[in-house]
Nanobody, 122 residues
């Protein structure tokens, strides 16, 4: 199983980015997916998750600004990030859980992508 994250970059505060995570080597549509992020010197924290059926949940500070979606035909999940803030700066990782339901717990995810850097300048 491989997860390939992309779409990160440098953006000004208030701007938008769209992250993608493409999965290969697995029947993607049956499993839950998530995004976590890790800022320098901090733990890797939950951002958003989507179930096999498309149900979503979000970390409090990104609610209303971030939207996670999935395209099962393309084996890809997306994270649309709007109204970005300096505190959103981090490396963003996608993860796959070999169960269909949502989890916000890092240890419950079985596969991880390599991460993509998001930097928001204030």
């Amino acid at each position: 199983v491989q997860l390939q994250a992309s779409g990160g970059g440098l953006v000004q505060a208030g701007g938008s980015l769209r992250l993608s995570c493409a999965a290969s080597g697995i029947t993607f549509s049956s499993y839950g997916m998530a995004w976590f992020r890790q800022a320098p010197g901090k733990e890797r924290d939950f951002v958003a998750a989507i179930s096999w059926a498309g149900g979503t949940t979000y970390y409090g500070s990104v609610k209303g600004r971030f939207t996670m979606s999935r395209d099962n035909a393309k084996n890809t999940v997306f994270l649309q990030m709007n109204s970005l803030k300096a505190e959103d700066t981090a490396v963003y990782y996608c993860a796959l859980r070999r169960r269909g339901l949502i989890s916000t717990t890092r240890s419950e995810y079985d596969y991880w992508g390599q991460g993509t850097q998001v930097t928001v300048s204030s």
